[in-house]
Nanobody, 125 residues
Framework: QLVESGGGLVQPGGSLRLSCTASGSSLDGFAIAWLRQAPGKEREVVSCISSGGATRNYADFAKGRFTHFRDNAKNTVYLQMNSLRPEDTAIYYC????????????????????WGQGTQVTVSS
């Protein structure tokens, strides 16, 4: 089971770091994605990272502002979000699946086998 943390209320231009861990299991061998869903909108992929961490892919809105990385020794995956905007307000989910690196390099898939419960990110002054 995946567990997200780190969400909260932040002012525009601020930063947050989201974390995703696995309760009772290992993230080794799994590609991890961050997805988000804003009220009234469809869920969208934010970013994804290969099991080894060497390959990453980002949605256009995340490029240059968000960094997705993992620490396998800590069994944790992170999403560092900088220069946050009000339109980044959403529930952020981490998701996992066994995916090859070449697939991550091409694009982040929309569906995954395991999901967390989500963490709310609100960007507002």
């Amino acid at each position: 089971q995946l567990v997200e943390s780190g969400g909260g209320l932040v002012q525009p231009g601020g930063s947050l770091r989201l974390s995703c861990t696995a309760s009772g299991s290992s993230l080794d061998g799994f590609a991890i994605a961050w997805l988000r869903q804003a009220p009234g909108k469809e869920r969208e992929v934010v970013s994804c990272i290969s099991s080894g961490g060497a390959t990453r892919n980002y949605a256009d809105f995340a490029k240059g502002r968000f960094t997705h990385f993992r620490d396998n020794a800590k069994n944790t995956v992170y999403l560092q979000m900088n220069s946050l905007r009000p339109e980044d307000t959403a529930i952020y989910y981490c998701a996992a699946d066994q995916l090859p690196s070449y697939q991550i390099a091409v694009a982040c898939p929309p569906d995954y086998g395991s999901w967390g419960q989500g963490t709310q990110v609100t960007v507002s002054s």
